[in-house]
Nanobody, 120 residues
Framework: EVQLVESGGGLVQAGGSLRLSCAAS????????IGWFRQAPGKEREGVSC????????YYADSVKGRFTISRDNAKMTVYLQMNSLKPEDTAVYSC?????????????WGQGTRVTVSS
């Protein structure tokens, strides 16, 4: 059974940090890029960051560049999103998705999401 399980969300004050984890199972992890997406209340889902399957190339939305860092541990089949200098506008449900082969923005498998709330 394919699973992507996010964890690490919570309530944090502006300027604080959180580290999200995305634990994968049930598919060939090394063959997939992993992306983080978020959806704020009343807004459409947006791509936040992605890490490729091959050379570990990383991509970030302009809104999070310099504040968020994505990484992956293939041995643990886990991807992390370190979020620093959080802002109230980062409040959203964050989900990870497996994207076949490269960061396409199209998730084949999705997790349930973890909620991040940043208070001002």
């Amino acid at each position: 059974e394919v699973q992507l399980v996010e964890s690490g969300g919570g309530l944090v004050q502006a300027g604080g940090s959180l580290r999200l984890s995305c634990a994968a199972s049930g598919f060939t992890f090394d063959d997939y890029a992993i992306g983080w997406f978020r959806q704020a209340p009343g807004k459409e889902r947006e791509g936040v960051s992605c890490i490729s399957s091959s050379d570990g190339s990383t991509y970030y939305a302009d809104s999070v560049k310099g504040r968020f860092t994505i990484s992956r541990d293939n041995a643990k089949m886990t991807v992390y999103l370190q979020m620093n200098s959080l802002k109230p506008e980062d409040t959203a449900v964050y989900s990870c998705a497996a994207e076949y082969d490269y960061c396409s923005g199209y998730g084949v498998y999705w997790g349930q999401g973890t909620r991040v709330t940043v208070s001002s």
